[in-house]
């Protein structure tokens, strides 16, 4: 009995049960090891823990190759998850990038335009301010020959510096139509010595 029990659990081919088959088993032997004395009768009940702890064994490697299952099809839809997560963010840095370099290329063109206008307006200014000394000059210089003149004028008459001073007038007109500066304040200066003249005379005459 012994011997047939060890070569049926080890040549036996291992098949899924049916519902409570395991339970019915161990039933079975032990109902037979309780009426076999002796040794026999252990071995059905040693049989029958030994099937009861495979069974249990076995449920439980069952349940954790499920869970194993259900765990590897989380980890796969987190995986998955994640690969798409990570596409759309490297989709977002390229974009990103793409925004950067138009913006730094719009900036340096900015910046470009800036420097040329700064150049010219610099430009501009140093002509200017050559041009206002110039003309400083200029008029340093007919101050200094009115000045002269003044000093070395003589007595003519009244009607004479009168007409001095519309010719002046005319001249100046001409020059400011011309753009001539320098000729309109020429005739000016000259303008406003005959008409220091003209007071000077009236002065003189009261006198």
Do not use: C
Not at 113 to 134: N, T
Not at 156 to 161: A, D, Q
Not at 171 to 194: P, T
């Amino acid at each position: 009995m012994t011997l047939w029990l060890k070569h049926h659990l080890m040549s036996a081919t291992v098949v899924p049960l049916p519902p409570n088959s395991s339970s019915e088993t161990t039933d079975f032997l032990r109902r037979m090891a309780s009426m076999v004395s002796g040794r026999n009768g252990a071995m059905l009940l040693r049989a029958a823990s030994l099937i009861e702890s495979l069974a249990q064994r076995a449920m439980t490697a069952e349940r954790l190759y499920h869970q194993q299952l259900e765990e590897n099809a989380r980890s796969g839809e987190r995986r998955e998850a994640a690969e798409l997560a990570s596409d759309a963010m490297v989709s977002q840095i390229e974009a990103l990038r793409a925004q950067l370099a138009d913006v730094t290329a719009a900036a340096a063109t900015e910046r470009a335009a800036f420097d040329s206008e700064r150049d010219k307006l610099l430009g501009l200014m140093q002509h200017a301010e050559s041009y206002i000394g110039k003309l400083t000059t200029e008029l340093d210089g007919l101050r200094a020959s009115v000045d002269s003149f003044n000093e070395t004028v003589v007595s003519v008459p009244i009607e004479v510096l009168r007409l001095a001073r519309t010719q002046f007038d005319v001249l100046s007109e001409g020059f400011a139509r011309k753009g001539d500066v320098i000729s309109q304040a020429m005739s000016e200066i000259g303008g406003f010595a005959i008409d220091e003249a003209l007071t000077v005379k009236k002065t003189a005459d009261k006198a």
